[in-house]
């Protein structure tokens, strides 16, 4: 399970240095109010999520989708936090971004898992 948690972490920070080096985000501290950038932000999220909920899944010894729902069940966890502690901060951009990320943690993880059964059974 760690391994895809820090696969996902290591993936979605260096995806967003990418895209600040590229100037296509603002400078880090700067609030990205842009929705089609949080959008942004959001899309490569939830392929990194499902990715998460594959890697778990291929790395369980047994019960694989069991694994891949207790990490989205700890990616929702953390990520409401995330959203409760950051929904009232509006110069750290728009509201909803942090609520996305706790609404498609779970889903995303359970997405990957399936993806990497049927990987399995083919």
Do not use: C
């Amino acid at each position: 399970m760690v391994v895809a948690v820090v696969a996902n972490v290591v993936l979605s920070l260096a995806t967003d240095q990418l895209f600040h080096v590229l100037a296509v985000y603002p400078p880090w501290g700067v609030p990205m109010y842009e929705p089609g950038l949080n959008a942004l932000a959001l899309s490569y999220r939830i392929v990194y999520g499902v990715l998460g909920g594959a890697i778990v899944s291929r790395l369980a010894p047994r019960a694989p989708m069991r694994h891949a729902m207790i990490l989205g069940v700890i990616g929702t966890v953390v990520a409401t936090l995330g959203a409760v502690v950051t929904i009232t901060r509006y110069d750290l951009g728009p509201s909803w971004y942090p609520i996305a990320l706790a609404v498609v943690a779970l889903p995303t993880t359970w997405l990957g898992a399936k993806w990497e059964e049927r990987r399995r059974s083919a």
